[in-house]
């Protein structure tokens, strides 16, 4: 019938109205959901050059003693000028990285009775890809430009597991792979390590301070069986985000425990195998299978059986996530900087060869970012083996007919 038909000037314009309330959208789900985002401080980057450089102060040297400090008789000093402090800096250089990408095209004709029932369930979609995609982009840079690296493997020393320092950067793996899971215990002793060694902040709220340990539930699980943590004893630390005039708690970390807050990572990098310098060759997590119309994604075997696992141990102010100035809000439409998810736009043109008659549409996006390296060893992916989950099952001692 010609009144249930959707022209594509209609269709266009729906989309191009709608942009704004996706974009909240996604901003939405990002806060609420996302454990990555929560970690990292946000801001702008100005205008001002391709490559910018940042120089990150570091702590100063007194030229006295801290094991055993000496002072002189004041009445002696005359003259003298004492020790000459000195300062330094460690400079690291970012820049704006960006991706593109393309919806299906969409041919008005064939959806033209349900377009907006089908383009909400789109929306939806969208939603969860961006946070996936979020996820894995920021996970992978923290992965990558990390300062500390750790492998859980009992035959070594737990200094000897470490790799990198204060204010390295793009730190390796030690060069062995790791024999054992992760426990409460080593991170109690790698947070203590980071904040007493390295001199790294924990995370504050208003009520407790914590470094956040970002793994699979699995590994969760294992720390909460081990802890017999209770209910009554646990916080939930939270940030906000402005999205217009609405404030959003963000994504909670449960605990904290001894000062470890956890979150889950509900896609971690997984592996089988290093490569010749002992650096792991990571699995996708996903696979591409056709479906009965078009192509879908499915969980990967490979990575679901995987025999390692990477895991996260965080503190304060170890980067920012940057994004373009222009992408601070648009008219009234305001959202914290480091939600923006960059363009998403709705594009029909008409041609003069295969959309004459501008029977199609397609969405593009584009997302764009840069990490400000601040505090690099803040950050700890630590490397350990996967065991096989206790299910509790037990075999029965007689079968039912023997009841």
């Known amino acids: 019938m010609a009144g249930e038909c959707i022209t594509p000037d209609v269709a266009s314009d729906f989309a191009s109205r709608d942009v704004n309330r996706i974009v909240g959208k996604i901003g939405e789900v990002l806060a609420r959901k996302s454990p990555w985002m929560d970690v990292l401080g946000g801001g702008t980057l100005p205008n001002v050059s391709e490559v910018v450089r940042s120089v990150v102060e570091e702590q100063a040297s007194l030229g006295q003693s801290l094991a055993s400090p000496s002072f002189s008789a004041d009445a002696s000093l005359c003259g003298t000028a004492g020790q000459l402090a000195q300062v330094g800096a460690t400079e690291y250089q970012y820049q704006l990285m960006s991706v593109r990408g393309r919806g299906p095209r969409v041919c008005v004709k064939t959806t033209?009775?349900?377009?907006?029932g089908s383009y909400i369930q789109a929306q939806l979609a969208l939603e969860?890809?961006?946070?996936?995609?979020?996820?894995?982009?920021?996970?992978y840079q923290l992965y990558s430009l990390s300062g500390?690296?750790?492998?859980?493997?009992?035959?070594?020393?737990?200094?000897n597991m470490l790799s990198g320092g204060s204010q390295q950067i793009s730190v390796p793996f030690n060069?062995?792979?790791?024999?054992?899971?992760?426990?409460?215990?080593?991170?109690w002793r790698l947070a203590s390590t980071l904040r007493e060694d390295f001199l790294v902040d924990a995370f504050e709220s208003d009520t407790t301070t914590m470094f956040k340990w970002i793994g699979s539930v699995e590994g969760i699980e294992r720390f909460r069986e081990y802890l017999d943590v209770r209910?009554?004893?646990r916080a939930f630390v939270t940030g906000h985000y402005t999205i217009g005039e609405k404030s959003l708690n963000s994504y909670a970390f449960q605990g904290p425990w001894r000062n470890i807050g956890f979150g889950i990572d509900s896609q971690p990098l997984r592996f089988n195998q290093v490569d010749a310098n002992g650096q792991p060759i990571l699995i996708e997590p996903e696979i591409a299978v056709a479906t009965t119309r078009g192509v879908a994604a499915r969980i990967n075997p490979a990575w679901r059986t995987a025999l390692y696992e990477i895991g996260f141990l965080i503190g304060a102010n170890s980067f920012?996530?940057?994004?373009?100035?222009?992408?601070?809000?648009e008219g009234t439409f305001k959202y914290a900087p480091q939600l923006a998810m960059g363009e998403l736009q709705w594009?029909?043109?008409?041609?003069?060869d295969c959309n004459l008659f501008g029977d199609y549409g397609q969405h593009i996006y584009q997302i764009s970012r840069a990490y400000r390296p601040i505090r690099p060893h803040?950050?700890?992916?630590?490397?350990?083996?996967r065991c096989p989950s206790d299910t509790g099952l037990l075999s029965c001692s007689s079968s039912v007919s023997g009841l």
């Open 320 to 329: 920012e996530r940057l994004v373009p100035e222009s992408y601070t809000g």
């Open 148 to 159: 500390v690296k750790a492998v859980c493997n009992t035959n070594y020393s737990f200094d």
């Open 128 to 139: 969860k890809k961006i946070l996936q995609f979020t996820n894995a982009d920021i996970r």
């Open 112 to 116: 033209r009775t349900a377009f907006k």
């Open 231 to 233: 209910e009554d004893l």
């Open 347 to 352: 594009t029909y043109f008409r041609d003069n």
């Open 378 to 385: 803040a950050v700890v992916p630590v490397m350990y083996q």
């Open 175 to 187: 060069n062995f792979l790791p024999n054992a899971p992760v426990s409460f215990k080593f991170l």
